[in-house]
């Protein structure tokens, strides 16, 4: 039988190995020094998609597509080692005492030598490429985004807390989970079952994550802690058994390996609702397809069979959007959504989604979610969610939400 205290020996055994090779790693730099030879480390290079999309490309593949060469010998380049080494010293420090910490802690232990946020962002990628692991393997977690939200959550804390069930908890992440779930996570009960619309965070330690189970028959993922809270307060999980995740816009790695986890483990479909946008698109797809900036660990970040739900061009003719709450394309949206035309997994895996954004190209118009409610506050809940879920029930007594209206 495969025990929780069988798992923590393989970390531990894991975190070892780690520790080994990053000493075997500075221990040839510095011979490298001592001898007078300029180091070369050689860092593999991956994406998971070109700007081309008629190329017969492997983009999709989690092999590297290049390699490049840094040494002593350019100063752009001696400035890069000399981060890489510091943010190394920093994680090997980390491993040792067996600490968490977000890679904004990183940054501001040499804020004068790092320069910036992206400097150490760079280094943290360099390091899981070079040593073939994940940025959780490094224990660096997500950096909140600086956003400090109070809310009354259903209690984390000990049975013998003596806050009675329900305690005012200062959330420095953010992302957010409800519904027809309940895991554990480092010791704590996350029961989201006993409260379906209260929120809970997304766990941050995702690998400590264990006993999930769960009522659910789809994951709702929605772009925008809006349109959450319009989820929570209109009770829709109490009247749709699902799970409600939301990234509060670009999702970090926490939120999307926490999703892949509960789609390895629940095998559930899942929709997501993103603004008919450039940007909500691009979120849709980061979810589906993962990011460039982390293509090196794209297997276990991406959530391959992510469905979209909406919002698409399309529904604002479906669905009676006034054109007054329609927006006008900016330059910039143009050519973000030009460029995102190009991606070769869009002509390759999803052409319809491609289709969808040529639509918005060609109308001029953006809108957001929240212009469903132009309808009534709960439309989004009452008809467009479940329009979408389960179109065979709903649309077959469904009026246009155009009658009637001015």
Excluded at 51 to 58: H, L, S, V, Y
Excluded at 93 to 109: P, V
Aim: proline content about 5%.
């Amino acid at each position: 039988m495969y025990t929780n205290e069988m798992e923590g020996k393989i970390q531990i055994s894991e975190t070892t190995n780690l520790l080994q090779r990053i000493k075997e790693f500075t221990r040839s730099i510095l011979e490298d020094l001592a001898e007078g030879r300029s180091p070369k480390i050689s860092i593999n290079r991956f994406r998971n998609y070109c700007m081309n999309p008629e190329a017969d490309c492997f983009c999709s593949s989690d092999e590297p597509k290049g390699q490049e060469i840094i040494t002593l010998k350019k100063e752009s380049q001696t400035y890069r080692i000399d981060v890489l080494l510091r943010v190394l010293l920093i994680v090997q420090q980390l491993l040792q005492e067996n600490r968490h910490g977000s890679k904004r802690d990183i940054y501001y232990m040499h804020p004068s030598a790092f320069k910036a946020q992206s400097v150490v962002d760079r280094a943290i990628a360099d390091i899981c490429i070079l040593f073939q692991c994940s940025r959780y393997n490094l224990n660096v977690v997500s950096v909140g985004n600086g956003w400090v939200l109070l809310m009354t959550l259903q209690c984390l804390c000990h049975e013998a807390c003596p806050c009675f069930g329900f305690c005012l908890i200062i959330l420095l992440w953010c992302r957010l989970v409800m519904g027809w779930l309940k895991f554990r996570e480092a010791g704590r009960k996350f029961d989201c079952l006993n409260s379906l619309n209260t929120a809970f965070p997304v766990p941050v330690l995702v690998e400590e994550v264990e006993d999930v189970v769960s009522l659910a028959e789809y994951i709702l993922v929605v772009e925008k802690e809006t349109v959450f809270q319009r989820l929570a307060n209109d009770m829709f999980c109490k009247t749709n058994r699902c799970i409600v995740i939301t990234g509060r816009g670009y999702p970090d790695v926490s939120t999307r390996r926490f999703l892949r986890l509960l789609m390895e483990k629940l095998h559930l479909p899942v929709h997501c609702l993103v603004d008919c946008d450039p940007y909500g698109f691009e979120i849709l797809a980061t979810y589906r397809f993962g990011s460039m900036q982390m293509a090196y660990d794209i297997e276990s970040l991406r959530a391959p069979d992510i469905k979209w739900l909406g919002a698409f061009p399309s529904d604002s003719e479906t669905y009676g959007v006034p054109q007054q709450c329609l927006l006008p394309l900016t330059e910039e949206d143009k050519k973000r959504t030009e460029a995102m035309l190009l991606r070769c997994y869009l002509k390759r895996e999803m052409p319809q989604w491609r289709l969808e954004l040529e639509t918005m190209l060609q109308r001029g118009v953006k809108f957001e979610i929240e212009a469903l409610s132009v309808h009534s506050l709960s439309f989004l809940t009452e008809v467009y969610i479940p329009s979408k879920i389960h179109p065979e029930v709903i649309r077959a007594s469904y009026e246009s939400p155009t009658q009637g209206l001015p």
